[in-house]
């Protein structure tokens, strides 16, 4: 099973390995780097802040010495999403008011990443308050999908997949509430992992409205990474990681999965549900066993409608919504306690089962649109629907805090289809170990 890839450069892992070996120097990584994105992001804008003499720097003292044991990214260069913060740069979470907000400390992700030896190149595109499915903003324009200009390259990680996708860089961080690495890496057939809920720190990951004060990391938002290999995924993760994490090292053939292709909120185009179904009729040729249905599924239009009210708390940190209505902290904390009662169904499924899979999103990247996103409508199945219900394929992992890989399938009339793969909460390696063990078996 074949899916589009749009560059053969090496990956994270692979070119540190080369900067190890001699055969190529950091400036020489960080130059090459340079140039492809300069070649490449005229047409997609997929890199919305540079750093390229900082970049150049950087590279430039890292070669004057040998790399340690615990810097396994030394000399990689690499770009991360527009709103982690990086020092002497600007956050603006794709807002004009906060073109000038140059910020002075990295990110926690940023200096772990520095620390293990990557070179940051810039930041990468967005949209406005990370709040939409297409990566368009006031400040920087809009990013393409590199496989089609005339569609989106997802959101709110757009920049990050489509630089990745591109060749431009072998890797990124981003983050994810509502599908926000899952998306693009779906859209742009790149492998993207979100994190388990607490893996990995968010501090410096603040909108600028916070007027660079640390906040609370409030719920459901988590940080993670995107690479073009799980090998990648997984350097990048035990990087970033807060703590240590345990693998199982089981095999496809070992495995039980379910896969759940039905919701009764949003329903799975073909062009979808037909790589998918492609790649689990794979799985079983190879051992695994799949089930379709299972009574300890939870009630998936019961936890996306406690999602959708989870997320509007937390996009909105608390504040009224635009015709005055509030939440009590009573129902806040109920809310809560139902979002555990949801995590706990869950550990009982995964009790029974090692992971399930489920589409990241119910199409294909679609057609540039700027219509707001809860007016914005879409077809399915030749079916005209509402956009929004996209997102119950997002919150059957974020609203149960749960880790999920996408893994790149196939494709449909040359875009890419991606297929998460969802595991227990804490089981972040063993989720990539798998995404990549399906990804080897569907494409060698």
Known sequence: MAYPKLTKQPGALET??????????PIEAVEAAIARIEHHDAHINAVAVTDFDRARD???????????ADEPLFGVPMT????????GLPTTFGHEQYADNIVDKDAEVVRLLKGAGAIILGKTNVPPDLADLQSNNPVYGRTNNPHDHDRVAGGSSGGSAAAVASGMVPCEYGSDIGSSIRNPAHFNGIYGHKTSFGLVSRRGH?????????VHEGPLSVVGPLARSAEDLTALLEITTARPLVRREKSLSECRFLAVLEHPVSEVDASVRVPI?????????AGATIDR??????????????YLRLLNVAMARGRPAPGGKEMSLVDYYLLLDRQARCEYAWGDLFAEYDFVLAPPLPFLAYKHDATPINQRRITINGKDSAFADALAWAGIATYPNLPSTVVPVGATDGLPCGMQVMGPRWSDLDCIATAGAIGKLLHG
């Open 80 to 87: 991360v999403k527009e709103s982690f913060n990086v020092a």
């Open 58 to 68: 950087a590279a430039k003292a890292l070669g004057k010495r040998q790399p340690s």
């Open 16 to 25: 540190a390995a080369a900067i190890r070996n001699g055969s190529m120097s």
């Open 293 to 306: 249905t299972s009574a300890l599924l939870p009630d998936l239009a019961e936890l996306h409608a406690d």
């Open 206 to 214: 603040t909108h600028p409205a916070a007027g660079g004060l640390d």
């Open 277 to 285: 179904e492609e790649a689990l009729a794979e799985l079983e040729k």
